[in-house]
């Protein structure tokens, strides 16, 4: 076991604590600590975290990179690409926000989780009208995409 684990251990906690108390860039520091000793922090579960606060900090740059940053660590982890697909769809690009819900689509059909799908597939749709494709076009497109990735 590596011997930083615990002091690492300890320093979640005392972030979760000030994040969930909504002490935003307290709990950016320390997860920016925790990142800094293992990259990899709880499978992405970090990187995410330190995303919500700079989310909520207004740093939408650095929260969109720590969100790519936690799926990249965890592609299949169906809370972080959530994280992203829902981050993209406040703060990107319509189109970029469609490809990710796409994949978080498809990963729920994997799953069997058939309310995700469901919430997932109305994202989907207020995107496509977003980008001016009818409804038709948009469910083309969905089904598509999903076949395309699996």
């Known amino acids: 076991m590596n011997e ?4 690492l251990v300890q320093l979640e906690r005392q972030a979760m604590t000030l994040k969930n108390a909504g002490e935003w860039e307290s ?8 990142l800094q000793v293992q990259p990899d922090w709880e499978h992405g579960y970090g990187a995410f975290n330190l995303a919500e606060c700079y989310k909520e ?3 939408i740059s650095d929260a969109r990179s720590a969100y790519e940053r936690a799926v990249c660590g965890t592609p299949t982890d169906r809370t972080l690409l959530g994280g992203l697909a ?12 469609f490809d990710q819900h796409i994949r978080l689509l498809v990963l729920e ?17 207020s995107l496509g009208s977003r980008l001016g494709w009818s409804q038709e076009e948009t469910e ?7 076949a395309a990735l699996v």
Request: charged share 25%; glycine share 8%; net charge positive.
């Open 4 to 7: 930083e684990v615990p002091q």
């Open 86 to 97: 829902s981050f993209l769809f406040l703060h990107g690009e319509p189109r970029e926000a």
């Open 27 to 34: 709990a950016a520091r320390l997860f920016e600590q925790i």
């Open 109 to 125: 059909k994997k799953h069997g989780d058939s309310s995700g799908m469901s919430a997932t597939t109305t994202a989907l749709k």
């Open 57 to 59: 900090m207004g740093r």
């Open 140 to 146: 083309s497109r969905i089904a598509e995409a999903a």
